[in-house]
């Protein structure tokens, strides 16, 4: 962002401190003003034409700058995929203990990715993972929708289910 002496345009407007507008001029002339009160002369906006430069105190103009990106950067949430992995053949208390994983990460507002890979000769039967997936999604309806249907990639079956608002 230019400041001061290396602001190149013929005009600028100028504001002021308090916001106030003092005009279209010389950066030279602004730049003088802003001298004068011990301030900098920043470029604010280069697209407008004539461009628009403010005096202020650079450096305080910086600090809170980073402030409120780094106030924007809290405030943003991360959402992660956790991934559960099934098989066709799984357990009652395996699934029970996969499931509650799943329920525990979708409360938290995470997605979940549940695969259930085929092993061998498996993949012949694709309803017993369809099946799992589908007693799965009916066991998280009430806290996760279905973002993604039970699709099959090479020889794993995904389903994706993201948290109810």
Same mark, same amino acid.
């Not at 005096?55 to 700058?65: M, P, S, V």
């Not at 099934?86 to 357990?91: K, N, T």
């Given at each position: 962002?230019?400041?001061?002496?290396?602001?190149?345009?013929?005009? *600028?407007?100028?504001?002021?401190?308090?916001?106030?507008?003092?005009?279209?001029?010389?950066?030279?002339?602004?730049?003088?003003?802003?001298?004068?009160?011990?301030?900098?002369? $920043?470029?604010?906006?280069?697209?407008?034409?004539?461009? *628009?430069?403010?005096?202020?105190?650079?450096?305080?103009?910086?600090?809170?700058?980073?402030?409120?990106?780094?106030?924007?950067?809290?405030?943003?949430? *991360?959402?992660?995929?956790?991934?559960?992995?099934?098989?066709?053949?799984?357990?009652?208390?395996?699934?029970?203990?996969?499931?509650?994983?799943?329920?525990?990460?979708?409360?938290?507002?995470?997605?979940?990715?549940?695969? *259930?890979?085929?092993?061998?000769?498996?993949?012949?039967?694709?309803?017993?993972?369809?099946? $799992?997936?589908?007693?799965?999604?009916?066991?998280?309806?009430?806290?996760?929708?279905?973002?993604?249907?039970?699709?099959?990639?090479?020889?794993?079956?995904? $389903?994706?289910?993201?948290?109810?608002?």
């Amino acid at each position: 962002m230019p400041t001061n002496e290396r602001i190149r345009h013929r005009e *600028v407007r100028v504001i002021d401190e308090d916001g106030n507008q003092l005009g279209i001029m010389p950066p030279q002339q602004a730049l003088a003003i802003a001298r004068e009160r011990g301030l900098d002369l $920043v470029e604010v906006a280069a697209q407008a034409n004539p461009p *628009v430069c403010r005096i202020i105190d650079y450096g305080k103009w910086q600090y809170e700058q980073k402030k409120k990106q780094h106030e924007a950067k809290k405030k943003q949430t *991360v959402i992660s995929v956790k991934e559960i992995k099934l098989r066709p053949s799984i357990g009652e208390h395996d699934y029970e203990f996969k499931k509650n994983n799943a329920l525990r990460a979708l409360e938290d507002g995470d997605k979940v990715k549940a695969s *259930v890979r085929f092993i061998g000769r498996e993949i012949t039967h694709r309803e017993l993972g369809e099946r $799992v997936l589908a007693r799965l999604e009916k066991d998280l309806a009430h806290v996760a929708t279905v973002e993604v249907r039970p699709k099959m990639e090479g020889m794993t079956m995904f $389903v994706i289910f993201t948290p109810k608002k």
